[in-house]
C-alpha cells in the first residue's frame, strides 16, 4: 500500500471531515491551508497543494507568487482541537516547476542541513531533544493604538507559585495543565515527555526525547500549538516570550544534540567529560558562530531582554560539563549513547527549523576546520569577577547586533546552499521591519522616567 492510498484509507476509518496542510513561515509561525476530505483529490497527496507565497512575508514576490505545499506523508497526526475531525499533515514549500525544496521554506533548509551533514562525512545523523520553557498567564491584555501602548499579565490562580521549583501540588499549580497537555501530546505522536514546573511565576517547562532533526523540529511545532490550545481551554494564555515578566526568569529552549554514525555516538570519547575531539570541534564552531547563531536561536527584540549579564541566563559563551551557568553544557550521561551537548541560550521563539540547522551547520564548520574551544569553565559563571567575564565570549547584546553578525558571517551556512544567502538576505529584511516596528513605539519605562516632566 502506498503512502497515499494508507492517508486515503486512514482518512475513511477515522471519518475525517478535514484534511490540513500545515507549514512554517520565516517567523516560526504555523500557517495553513484546508481542504475538505470529501473534495480531497489525491493528487494534492503526491504532488502538493498550490498556494499563494506572496502572502507569506519574506517569501514569493508577487510577480512570482506561486508555490506549492508538498505534504510529507510521514508527518501526519489528528488535531485533537479541531470541531470537525480533522487530519494535519506537516508540508515543505516547494517549486511548482521541480517540486525541490524552496529556498526559503525552513522546514526545506532543515532537510538540506541533514543532507549535508551527510555528504560531510563526519556523521550520517543528527539527534536532537527539546526542553521547552514558557509561561501560563491567567490573563494577557495588550493595547496597542495611537494614544496608548501598554501591556498587565494580572496574577491569579496559576501565578501563585507558594512553594518553589519542583513543589509538589497543592503548590504545583499548573500541574493538572501539563497533564493534560502531555496527554494530548501523546495522542498527537510527540514520546517520551516529560513536565514540570519552572522557576518563575506561572512558568511550565515541557521536554522530548532526542529524534531526527526533522522530526523534533516538528514536534516542537507542535507542542507550541497543543500548548496555546490547551491553555485556551482553560481560560489561560501561553506566552513563548523569552521574558514576559518583568521581575520573573526567562524562558529558554534547551536542545540537546548528539551526532551518529551508524549505532556509533560520535560526541562519546575519552576527552574532558568523556567527549570525542570531534565534539569538542562541534562545540567551538558553535561558539565561533555564536553571535550569527543568535539571530535564528533568539529571533525577537524581546529575546535579549533575557540575555542580559546579572541575570540568571547563559551570556558567556562557555562550555563546561553539568553546569547551568554555561552557554552549552554537557549534561551527565551513564552511556556513550547518551553523550549529548546542552545549547542552552535558544529561547522558544526561535523558529525550530532555522534554529537547528543553523546550529548544526556552526557544529560542522568546527569540525571541518578542527577548531578549538578552549578550557572548560568549571566554574558558577554567574558570579565571576566582571574583569574575568571580560575575557570570555558573549552571545549577541541585541536582536540588531545579532542580525549585523550573521549578516557578516554566513558562510558556514551557505555550504551546499542549505542556506542560500537569497534566504539569509529575506530573513533579514522581516527580523529589521519587526524591530523598526518596535522601535517607533514609545516604551512604559520612557514615559515612567521622562514622561512626566
Not at 541566563?313 to 549529548?340: C, D, E, F, M, Q
Not at 532555522?354 to 559563571?381: K, S, T, Y
Request: aromatic share 6%; net charge negative; proline share 7%.
Amino acid at each position: 500500500m502506498s503512502d497515499v492510498d494508507s492517508i486515503l484509507r486512514l482518512i475513511r476509518d477515522e471519518n475525517l471531515r478535514t484534511v490540513d496542510f500545515r507549514f512554517t513561515d520565516l517567523a516560526g509561525r504555523w500557517r495553513h491551508r484546508s481542504v475538505e476530505a470529501t473534495d480531497l483529490d489525491p493528487a494534492l497527496l503526491s504532488d502538493g497543494i498550490s498556494i499563494d507565497g506572496s502572502a507569506v512575508p519574506g517569501w514569493r514576490d508577487i510577480t512570482e507568487s506561486d508555490l506549492l505545499l508538498r505534504p510529507d506523508l510521514h508527518a501526519v497526526h489528528l488535531d485533537p482541537f479541531a470541531a470537525q475531525p480533522t487530519l494535519a499533515i506537516i508540508c515543505d514549500g516547494a517549486e511548482p516547476g521541480t517540486g525541490l525544496g524552496y529556498e526559503r521554506d525552513p522546514r526545506s533548509t532543515a532537510a538540506r542541513a541533514v543532507t549535508w551533514l551527510a555528504s560531510a562525512r563526519a556523521a550520517d545523523g543528527v539527534r536532537v531533544g527539546v526542553d521547552l520553557g514558557f509561561y501560563l498567564l491567567d490573563e494577557l491584555r495588550l493595547e496597542s493604538g495611537p494614544r496608548a501602548v501598554g501591556f498587565s499579565a494580572p496574577p491569579g490562580t496559576v501565578g501563585r507559585t507558594t512553594g518553589g521549583y519542583l513543589a509538589m501540588p497543592p503548590h504545583d499549580p499548573t500541574h493538572d495543565i501539563r497533564a493534560e497537555l502531555a496527554t494530548v501530546l501523546r495522542g498527537m505522536g510527540v514520546p517520551r515527555l516529560r513536565h514540570g514546573q519552572g522557576g518563575g511565576t506561572g512558568q511550565i517547562e515541557v521536554g522530548f526525547g532526542a529524534d531526527a532533526l526533522l522530526a523534533s523540529a516538528d514536534r516542537l511545532q507542535m507542542t507550541r500549538y497543543a500548548a496555546t490550545q490547551v491553555a485556551a481551554s482553560y481560560g489561560k494564555v501561553a506566552s513563548f516570550l523569552a521574558k514576559p515578566l518583568p521581575g520573573e526568569p526567562g524562558s529558554g529552549l534547551r536542545l540537546h544534540l548528539s551526532l551518529w554514525q551508524g549505532e556509533r555516538a560520535v560526541f562519546a570519547g575519552t576527552g574532558y567529560a568523556d567527549l570525542s575531539q570531534a565534539c569538542l570541534h562541534f562545540i567551538a564552531g558553535v561558539i565561533t558562530h555564536a553571535a550569527a547563531l543568535n539571530a535564528f536561536t533568539n529571533p525577537t527584540t524581546n529575546s535579549y531582554r533575557r540575555l542580559r549579564p546579572g541575570q540568571d541566563a547563559p551570556v558567556l559563551l562557555a562550555y563546561a560539563a553539568h553546569n547551568r551557568s554555561a552557554a552549552i553544557r554537557v549534561p551527565y550521561a551513564a552511556t556513550a549513547g547518551a553523550k549529548r551537548i546542552e545549547l542552552r541560550f535558544p529561547d522558544p521563539c526561535a523558529n525550530p527549523y532555522l534554529a537547528m540547522a543553523a546550529v548544526l551547520m556552526a557544529g560542522l564548520d568546527g569540525i571541518e576546520r578542527r577548531l578549538e574551544p578552549g578550557d572548560a569553565m568549571d566554574r558558577n559563571l554567574y558570579d565571576l569577577p566582571p574583569a574575568e567575564a571580560e575575557e570570555i565570549g558573549r552571545v549577541a547584546p541585541s536582536l540588531g547586533a545579532a542580525l549585523d553578525a550573521l549578516e557578516a558571517d554566513h558562510g558556514f551556512l551557505t555550504k551546499g546552499d542549505v542556506m542560500p544567502l537569497d534566504l539569509i538576505e529575506a530573513y533579514v529584511r522581516v527580523k529589521r521591519a519587526e524591530i523598526e516596528q518596535v522601535e517607533r513605539v514609545p516604551h512604559p519605562v520612557e514615559l515612567q522616567l521622562w514622561g512626566t516632566g
